[in-house]
């Protein structure tokens, strides 16, 4: 069963600082690495999902990095503002296509003013 | 597109009372639909998997006489905790997933049950 590992568990950030957070992943898998986004008391929202055969992916100001042979992946925010404090899940699928999403613990992010 | 509304937000019963909750589907066909439940400050805890007509496929360790899943198109599945007690209390939050577009997973904006 595939294993996530998301760091770090709490960030604070500077407005206008970037924002990095970080996940692993255990085994190989051939659909998409999503990021998503939740707010309190709401659901994860879709963020920003790539697929293994690509590097990178840059949405507006959130990027991932895919780096395959390590399996690792990371969101960067850049330009964080006080309205994307919230807490951020990776997630990565299984071996078989179409397959469940295995989810990170999740990263409480603060922006500060 | 791929807004999955969920109802109700919040619900507050009594001990030995059941809940449905509902999720749908509003612009696209879910075949697979999935229930979470997430306790504070935690990651989400897959509770169940179901495939529209199907049974659903439970996780370890969910009990599944006191949570019913029913998935009986492909824009509606809903979940029945029956005989709810306080320790039932929790975020819980559904999922859709598109029928052969891969695995993301779309998500309802949660419920919170509280139970008395």
């Known amino acids: 069963q595939q294993q996530v590992k998301q760091s770090p568990q709490s960030l604070i950030v500077q407005k206008g600082g970037i924002s990095i957070i970080n996940c692993a992943y255990e085994?190989?898998?051939?659909?998409?690495f999503p990021w998503y986004q939740q707010f309190p008391g709401k659901g994860p929202a879709l963020l920003i999902a790539?697929?293994?055969?690509?590097s990178e992916k840059k949405e507006g100001r959130f990027t991932i990095s895919f780096n395959k042979s390590a399996k690792q992946f990371s969101l960067h925010i850049m330009d964080s503002q006080p309205g994307d404090s919230a807490t951020y899940f990776c997630?990565?699928?299984?071996?078989?296509?179409?397959?469940?999403?295995?989810f990170g613990e999740g990263t409480q992010l603060t922006v500060n003013p | 597109g791929a807004v999955v509304s969920q109802h109700p937000s919040r619900v507050i019963c009594k001990s030995g009372t059941s809940v449905k909750i509902e999720c749908r589907s509003l612009?696209?066909?879910?075949?697979?639909m999935f229930w979470y439940r997430q306790f504070p400050k935690q990651s989400l805890m897959l509770m169940a998997t179901?495939?529209?007509?199907?049974?659903?496929?439970?996780e370890q360790g969910v009990e599944k006489d006191k949570f019913l899943i029913n998935h009986a198109s492909l824009t509606l599945s809903t979940l029945t905790v029956t005989s709810a007690h306080p320790e039932d209390s929790s975020f819980y939050i559904c999922?859709?997933?598109?029928?052969?577009?891969?695995?993301?997973?779309?998500f309802g904006a949660g419920t919170r049950l509280s139970v008395l």
């Open positions: 997630a990565a699928p299984g071996e078989t296509s179409g397959s469940r999403l295995t």
């Open positions: 085994n190989t898998a051939f659909d998409y």
């Open positions: 999922s859709g997933k598109r029928g052969g577009r891969g695995n993301i997973q779309y």
């Open positions: 179901s495939n529209e007509g199907s049974k659903a496929t439970y």
């Open positions: 612009d696209f066909q879910a075949t697979t």
């Open positions: 790539i697929r293994p055969d690509v």
